[in-house]
Each structure stands twice: as structure tokens, then as C-alpha cells.
């Protein structure tokens, strides 16, 4: 979707190194996800927020941070005590409840 | 919470047979379902969705029906083509609008 755009497209993380993984959306909507996606698997959900300045854990939130200090932008960091971030990683945005999630073209990280 | 599981995980039907997934889920909250076809390196796109109210919802080829009853839903595609190729991810949620994903089925379509 045209709405959401996730940058940059490949990102690669040296040993110790913080990265930060960019999500924007222009649809005015309330909730954001991350989500982490491994090769022939499906989508773990890393953090969500339903609102500006507000954000839960999803199942898999270890060696992972986020801010929600505006609307439209929902960055994750990818901390050093995430041991193995090599993945495809996809940021979603909705409306409200009982609608569909909207998804970012993804950002492939790995390891250098 | 939610578990949802996505059966089979990978399908192979010839060009213009139909293509059957089935997901089953646990928390009877959970009132909102949609399918997703994730291509190759791209984002996942919807494809269907379906509402608790609701048993059955079809858009062309496409077709999903569900039964509240024995927590499970199905995905149906006929007439299947080349581009019908690709993973297929089902999900539920309930009105807190945390989604759970199945694990995915990898449709091959072979001409």
C-alpha cells in the first residue's frame, strides 16, 4: 500500500551496533505494528501501538525497542541484545478494529 | 491468547484445479478474519476478509467461509492459475486489534 513506506529497503548491522528501522504512514491511522518474518515462516508480532505515545510488547518484543511519538511514524530499533536479527522485518498500520492491516514494502536486515 | 494454525503448509494443484487452506483458532472473541497472499520479497496484500456475522463471503475466485462453531475457516480458490502462486497467510483478531497469523501455506501452481 502507497501509504506506508518502510526504509531502507536492505539494512546490515554490525556486532554491538543499534539499528533503527523506519515506518511512515500517511492514512490517518491509530494502530501500528512490527512484525518479524524468518524464511518459510509466518509474521511474530514484535510491538504494536494503538495510540500516539503508547505501545505494548508482542510476542517476540526481546532485544527490540520502539517510540510512538507521532501518528504517522513508528521506528524500531534493533538493539545489540537481539542476538539473531537476521530477517525480513514488516511494519502495518489499521484503522480500527475489525479492519485489515496495511503493510510497508518490509526491510530485509542481516548481519555483517 | 490467540493461537491460530493453518493447515496444510504447503499445497501443489494443477493449473485449474480448486486450492482448499483451513485455519483453526482458539479465542472465541475473536470476530474478524482476513487472508493475505504474500509474493515472493513483497509485502503481504488482502485478499478476503470475512466478519463473525457472516458464514460465507466470495469475490470472484476467491471464497471464505467460516464456522464460529467449530473455530475454523477456509480459504477457496478455484479456477487456479500461474500467478495464484504464492504464500497464503490467514489471521484472526478481536476488537483489541491484535492479529494472529497462521504460519502460512506455500501454493505452487503448476501449468
Known amino acids: 500500500d502507497g501509504g506506508i513506506t518502510q526504509s531502507p529497503k536492505y539494512l546490515f548491522r554490525k556486532e554491538g551496533q543499534n539499528v533503527t528501522l523506519s515506518c511512515e504512514q500517511n492514512l490517518n491511522h491509530d494502530a501500528m505494528y512490527w512484525y518479524r518474518q524468518d524464511p518459510g515462516q509466518g509474521l511474530r508480532l514484535i510491538y504494536y501501538?494503538?495510540?500516539?505515545?503508547?505501545?505494548q510488547k508482542g510476542d517476540i518484543a526481546e532485544g527490540y525497542s520502539v517510540s510512538r511519538e507521532k501518528k504517522e511514524s513508528f521506528p524500531l530499533t534493533v538493539t545489540s541484545a537481539q542476538k539473531n536479527p537476521t530477517a525480513f522485518y514488516l511494519c502495518?498500520?489499521?484503522?480500527?478494529?475489525?479492519?485489515?492491516?496495511?503493510f510497508g514494502d518490509g526491510t530485509r536486515l542481516s548481519i555483517l | 491468547g490467540e493461537n491460530v494454525e493453518q493447515h496444510p503448509s504447503t499445497l501443489s494443484v494443477q493449473e485449474g484445479d480448486s486450492a482448499v487452506i483451513k485455519c483453526t483458532y482458539s479465542?472465541?472473541?475473536?470476530?474478524?478474519f482476513p487472508w493475505y497472499k504474500q509474493e515472493l520479497g513483497k509485502r503481504p496484500q488482502l485478499i478476503i476478509d470475512?466478519?463473525?456475522?457472516?458464514g460465507e463471503k466470495k469475490d470472484q475466485r476467491i471464497a471464505v467461509t467460516l464456522n464460529k462453531t467449530a473455530k475454523h475457516f477456509s480459504l477457496h480458490i478455484t479456477e487456479t492459475q500461474p500467478e495464484d502462486s504464492a504464500v497464503y497467510f490467514c489471521a484472526a483478531t478481536d476488537s483489541w486489534g491484535k492479529f494472529q497469523f497462521g504460519a502460512g501455506t506455500q501454493v505452487v501452481v503448476t501449468p
Open positions: 479465542d472465541s472473541a475473536s470476530n474478524y
Open positions: 501501538s494503538q495510540i500516539v505515545n503508547d505501545f
Open positions: 502495518a498500520s489499521m484503522s480500527d478494529a475489525l479492519q485489515p492491516q496495511h
Open positions: 470475512i466478519r463473525s456475522n457472516v
